[in-house]
């Protein structure tokens, strides 16, 4: 059964103080791992697809990594307005454009 | 990328009721999607909504609680019947416009009482 797990499930951070967040992984042949970013009241909005072990992506403070069991998304130097719970999501050869979701990671940057 | 919008954004309901969520596309799309987001929770498939066909949905989803419609490549609606308090969830719909990645609308906030 295709999986997905992130942790923390909440993580504070002074504003400059990067970090990494975890997204562990099981799923019958990755079609894409996927990152979003969710703000209280909003639907997620779209960060990264990540698509084979070894791949990277950035944008501004943010950078996604992959490898075969697990993804980071690593925040350098973060600001307040990084403040937002993080997804991660699967899609597994065996679906049809279905995402799995993890539980997410809530992360607040204080000043 | 394409403007997604929902009606409505948030609604208050009587148990025993029904409630219709419309999610509209400014452009045509192959694939929607309909999710459940149950509070402190994170976001799960309840049906592929096909176009000129009936919709798929996922184990533990069924037809008869949450009717889904696709009359176009721009439109679809997603029904929860029979409401209960457990029914109180933000529902999202999505698409895939090609590429594996999906694009969110900005969620219907739902409450029974």
């Known amino acids: 059964e295709d999986q997905v797990t992130q942790s923390p499930e909440a993580l504070r951070l002074q504003e400059g103080e990067s970090s990494s967040l975890n997204c562990s992984y099981t799923?019958?042949?990755?079609?894409?791992l996927f990152w979003y970013r969710q703000d209280p009241g909003k639907g997620p909005e779209f960060l990264f697809t990540?698509?084979?072990a070894g791949e990277e992506k950035e944008k501004e403070r943010l950078k996604a990594t992959l490898t075969k069991k697990e993804s980071f998304l690593h925040i350098t130097a973060p600001k307040p307005e990084d403040s937002a719970t993080y997804l991660c999501a699967v899609q597994g050869s065996s679906n049809t454009g279905k995402l799995i979701f993890g539980q997410g990671t809530t992360l607040q940057v204080k000043p | 990328s394409a403007v997604i919008s929902q009606k409505p954004s948030r609604d208050i309901c009587q148990r025993g009721t029904s409630l219709t969520i419309q999610c509209q596309v400014d452009s045509q799309v192959t694939m929607m999607f309909w999710y459940r987001q149950q509070p402190g929770q994170s976001l799960t498939l309840i049906a592929t909504?096909?176009?000129?066909?009936?919709?798929?949905?996922e184990s533990g989803f069924v037809i008869d609680k949450f009717p889904i419609s696709r009359p176009n490549l721009t439109f679809s609606t997603l029904t929860v019947s029979n409401m209960s308090p457990e029914d109180s969830s933000i529902y999202l719909c999505?698409?895939?416009?090609?590429?594996?990645?999906?694009?969110f609308g900005p969620g219907t906030r739902l409450t029974v009482l």
């Open positions: 799923v019958s042949g990755l079609r894409g």
């Open positions: 990540l698509y084979s």
């Open positions: 909504a096909n176009q000129g066909s009936e919709a798929t949905y």
């Open positions: 999505s698409l895939s416009s090609g590429g594996n990645e999906q694009f």
